[in-house]
């Protein structure tokens, strides 16, 4: 399902992680959003993703922020987002998530 294969190895899903250290450091988790690889254009609910190194390209869904454990799962960091714009961006949208709502 969704082009994962765990016979063939392909168990590892690209993941952009939006919690700060401190937290990950703490908690040993990792809160993010998974990355798709079918992109569609002025959604505000998804951010284009780029990082050639890591070969990771797509995009990060706010819809589908999740938390993991970074230790358990094994995973490795892989690479780094470069546009601090974007991603400040994305961080602001995730915020807003968790804003107390101005009630009239």
Do not use: C, W
Not at 63 to 80: C, K, N, P, T, W
């Amino acid at each position: 399902m969704g082009g994962h294969n765990p016979e063939e190895g392909n168990i590892r899903r690209r993941y952009l992680v939006v919690s700060r250290y401190q937290y990950n450091a703490k908690s040993g988790l990792v809160v993010g959003l998974a990355i798709t690889h079918n992109h569609i254009d002025n959604n505000p609910f998804r951010f284009y993703v780029v990082d050639y190194p890591s070969h990771t390209n797509g995009d990060a869904l706010l819809f589908q922020m999740l938390s993991y454990d970074f230790v358990a799962r094994h995973e490795q960091v892989i690479g780094h987002v470069k546009d601090s714009t974007e991603f400040d961006n994305l961080l602001n949208q995730v915020q807003n998530i968790f804003l107390k709502e101005q009630r009239p």
